[in-house]
């Protein structure tokens, strides 16, 4: 199959989209494959560094005016999307997928302009604003939670799961958190992060927490995101040697690092959820306030109800807060394997395959 890929900004889009090329290679192992990103996206950086065909478009100006409903957006999208319609005869792709993320928008709308077969995928309960517009024009869109289904034409629209819960469901842990981490296999573990940038709420509540994390019979893998890093590097610096504590500024190999873990405290973007649930594990969820429509307060809820997770508001996390419902799971061990089987049920483990099959229905 030769298909072209787009989709990025955050991790949370460009994730789920390798893990779908992946398992492409695995079943048509001559396929093609084309990444269409943005210069300035984390795309730019993590796409290449998988070994894979990687070019740009400029999509500067977006951001949430997404509208064509001023002209300068209206310029802007026009010339994205005849950048985007060179890359396409070029590369002559059989089908365009795309995952979200402001790049989608015009490489997207130019394939379907050019009668190139094409589908979406949302990751989110609640849509963004690119898939939306895009839905308009695209042959399927892809659905990650039952919850999207309303946003989108029903006819093309198709629940699959995210294709990074295939890429982690089978993954064993490892002793990763011994060789790279420098900790104990044998002592339970909670990796705390934010997002694929790292979260400043978070950052503060584990930097006012950590002279307590050295004294816990469990212990802290932490990523704050590069940002945070850099500034509080002095602080971070001073538990470089404890024997409890490992903080970076991003895990690159983090489902090993998951799947070696037992409690998560994150942000509820959607791409982690789909990697905690195919994993089972429990988590605590601190949404960020600051996304479109509040999504991710509700793709945490959704956990919540059945049970798998539990939930901290922005405004109330604090490093008391934080230790309190992490000694809560950990000290009570039915309740951390009612909330980890609770966890393992909203898995999909099978979502590539899902999507892969809905990919061989619109393939030219
Ligand atoms: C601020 C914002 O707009 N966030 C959105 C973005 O989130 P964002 O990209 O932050 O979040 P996600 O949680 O979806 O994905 C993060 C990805 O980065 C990985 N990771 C994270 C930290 C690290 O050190 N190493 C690492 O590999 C995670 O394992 C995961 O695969 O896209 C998601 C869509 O999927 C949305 O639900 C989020 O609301």
């Known amino acids: 199959m030769r298909i072209i890929v787009t989709g990025g900004g955050t991790g949370g889009h460009i994730y789920p989209a390798l893990a779908f090329i992946n398992h492409l290679k695995t079943i048509e192992p001559e396929s093609d494959i084309l990444y269409v990103g943005t210069e300035r996206g984390l795309e730019s950086k993590i796409v290449p560094a998988a070994g894979i065909n990687f070019k740009t478009v400029d999509v500067q100006g977006f951001r949430r005016s997404f509208s064509l409903s001023n002209f300068k957006t209206l310029y802007k999208f026009l010339k994205s999307t005849s950048d985007a319609k060179k890359l396409i005869k070029d590369f002559e792709p059989d089908v365009v997928i795309g995952t979200g993320g402001y790049v989608a928008g015009p490489v997207l709308y130019a394939a379907a302009k050019l009668k190139i077969p094409t589908l979406v995928h949302e990751q989110n309960s609640i849509p ?11 042959d399927k869109v892809a659905v990650a939670f039952e ?4 946003y989108f034409p029903e006819e093309k629209t198709v629940f699959t799961g995210n294709p990074r819960a295939q890429e982690v469901a089978s993954l064993e842990a490892t002793d990763i958190l011994e060789t790279e981490y420098k900790l104990r296999k044998d002592k339970k573990t909670v990796v705390i992060f ?11 509540a584990v930097k006012a927490a950590l002279p307590k994390f050295t004294e816990k019979d469990y212990q802290l893998v932490y990523a704050s995101g590069q940002i945070y890093y850099d500034e509080d590097y002095a602080e971070f610096a001073k538990y470089k040697e404890n024997a409890n504590i490992a903080i970076r500024p991003y895990i690159s190999n983090m489902l090993e690092v998951l799947a070696s873990s037992d409690l998560i405290l994150c942000r509820a973007g959607a791409t982690t959820i789909a990697e905690i649930t195919a994993l089972g594990l429990p988590t605590i969820f601190v949404p960020s306030p600051n996304v479109t429509a509040d999504h991710q307060t509700k793709n945490a809820q959704a956990l919540v109800d059945i049970g798998a997770a539990k939930m901290i508001r922005d405004a109330e996390l604090t490093a008391d807060t934080m230790l309190e419902n992490i000694s809560e799971i950990f000290s009570d061990e039915s309740l951390y ?5 609770a966890s393992k049920k909203a898995g999909v483990p099978d979502a590539s395959d899902r999507l892969y099959k809905l990919v061989k229905e619109i393939e030219k």
């Open 194 to 204: 934010g997002g694929s940038r790292g979260a400043q709420t978070i950052n503060e």
């Open 128 to 138: 963004g604003i690119t898939n939306k517009f895009l839905s308009k024009y695209v």
């Open 147 to 150: 919850a999207a289904k309303p």
């Open 337 to 341: 394997q009612a909330m980890s089987e």
